[in-house]
């Protein structure tokens, strides 16, 4: 089945929930009305990401049944679609978590916390450490995971071996030195993840420089051979990336005669990535 | 230390070792006259690649002993340099195995079999179930795999981890369906193989049309950042990809702030990946 999936690469307002409400509302209402079923959020688009420390996020820090949730949840059932977003949450331990929620038009259907933290979210946010969820959708099997997750490919097995077909991350993809003529690695890693999975890919970035930090602004739509089949390049525009994306391709994992990139794994050659 | 890395993009005859000796007799005194350290040479090179079958790849098998090796023993002596390429292996228990070797101008240093079979790969050898070697050299650190392997991280994590600071991959990558507009994902993974270890890549590729079977031709040189330093485009022609390749770069695995690439990894997580 192909179904559009569309990125929206939004400019966050840093400590303000509120606004950043009303930003989602109007960039998902767009993607809906231009026909996507699937939409997908920042990283962290509820409170923005530079904090100076533990305490100004958690002053954007909401719990899983807060304002924000609940109005994603609206959006999702108003425009019947999945949506896919990350968002600053309070736990009911108190502590704060980078996570990303799963919701459609039934409501919410998975939370999931960033389990491995890049530089300084460390010291801000408690690290998950539960295994990205794995959502049987309308539209077809939806994981999720954040940003520099991605980076580890033995994470994002995970949920291609639990039968995924669509993987949607929210990221904030910080500038970083880069070469301009090729094409960002943070998209290239996300293709290979992909290509090694048989499993689309999609990844929203965002845009707006926040306390002097900037943002590759490459949003990306990954089909499940690892081809970009729109963004992935790097932009400082706010915009909303869409491509058609072919689900079906996910629930075959044969890559050429007799290959299966699944099933031609060694699982029991692997023991010492997990040392 | 900055070293000048040479993929030798040839064409070998199939069911040939002598013609297949003196090609790359050839090809590595060339890249050695231009200033290549590491030499790195397709897989079963010494052979070919589109056989038959298992009795047809028998005749072009040799021992680790035999008169390929022993050449590249010599090459690599007279050189002075690295070299690293595929053979078809003629194991003692009469067994073929898709291998590759690390040579220097102290002689053999290690001997690979391919561990993931690409399509009738299966039907004729037999897989390898050792990990890739790390071979402390002269330049540093390198480490091989063979074509195939590529594609599985689990696999490339395991070197990366043992301190390889380059990875020299004999390749044959088949022709497959592809977007013209875009690198050939084949070059992708091996740059996000690169990227997400921090570790150089080398990948040496084939050319000349084998019983109806074309080759990428995406001989590439990625440094520890992902980066493509040399070559990484499809291509029919036989050539030499050079480029001047900082290692030490592989000895740092921090990559960004307090990030570091290996030690944010979250092992006691991954055990689903080994099952």
Known sequence: ???????????????????????????????????AKVVVLPELVSSGYVFS?????????????????????????????????????????????????????TGLRA???KTHMWDRERLIFTPGDAPPPVVDTEIGRISTMICYDLEFPEW????????????????????????????PLEVVRAQADASVNRMAVVACDRTGVER?????????????????????????EAQTVTAEVDLDLALDKRVGGLSDIHSDRRPELYERVTR
Chains 1, 2 share one sequence.
């Open 1 to 35: 089945m192909t179904v559009a999936v569309a990125a929206c690469q939004v400019s966050p307002v840093l400590g303000d929930p509120q606004a950043n409400r009303c930003i989602v509302a109007a960039a998902v209402g767009d993607a809906a009305n231009a026909g």
């Open 53 to 105: 420390g533990r305490a100004e996020a958690a002053r954007s820090a909401e719990p899983v049944d807060g304002p924000t949730i609940q109005l994603w949840c609206s959006l999702a059932r108003t425009h019947h679609l999945v949506l896919v977003g990350g968002f600053c949450e309070l736990g009911r331990d108190d502590a704060l978590y980078n996570s990303a929620v799963i919701v459609d038009h």
């Open 111 to 113: 939370v999931y916390r």
């Open 156 to 183: 994002v097995r995970i949920p291609a071996l639990a039968g995924a077909q669509l993987l949607a991350a929210p990221v904030n993809w910080p500038t970083y030195p880069r070469r301009d003529d090729q094409r």
């Open 212 to 236: 002097k930090v900037g943002w590759v602004g490459g949003s990306v739509v990954i089909d499940a051979d690892g081809w970009v089949l729109a963004g992935g390049n790097a932009t400082a």
